[in-house]
Nanobody, 127 residues
Framework: QVQLVESGGGLVQAGGSLRLSCAASGSIFSINAMGWYRQAPGKERELVASITNGGATNYADFVKGRFTISRDSAKNIVYLQMSSLKPEDTAVYYC?????????????????????WGQGTQVTVSS
């Protein structure tokens, strides 16, 4: 199994900054993509940013120039640096990681694909 633990959320004034972290642990063989999503009350979950194992990044238009996603591949951690925060950034932020994990089946180590979600961390931006 693969577990994700998020940290770094909180309350901040508009224009402020926060950094979210998401650490993956467990029977990980390799990680492909890592990403951050968010879900505001009454809205669907939406992609905020993603990063591949090669370092290619992708951002939603509403965070371009304000948020930066990065990863520490050696530690299986993905970060989201959020700056110039706006009240409309208020949401629960979730990390999502996909890759390959190992599992012992009939005394044989096999590799299986996985995708895991973090527990979510609340980000509240006051005006």
């Amino acid at each position: 199994q693969v577990q994700l633990v998020e940290s770094g959320g909180g309350l901040v004034q508009a224009g402020g900054s926060l950094r979210l972290s998401c650490a993956a642990s467990g029977s990980i063989f390799s990680i492909n993509a890592m990403g951050w999503y968010r879900q505001a009350p009454g809205k669907e979950r939406e992609l905020v940013a993603s990063i591949t194992n090669g370092g290619a990044t992708n951002y939603a238009d509403f965070v371009k120039g304000r948020f930066t996603i990065s990863r520490d591949s050696a530690k299986n951690i993905v970060y989201l640096q959020m700056s110039s925060l706006k009240p409309e950034d208020t949401a629960v932020y979730y990390c999502n990681i996909g890759g390959m994990r190992t599992r012992e089946i009939m005394r044989t180590q096999v590799r299986l694909p996985f995708t895991s979600w973090g527990q979510g961390t609340q980000v509240t931006v006051s005006s």
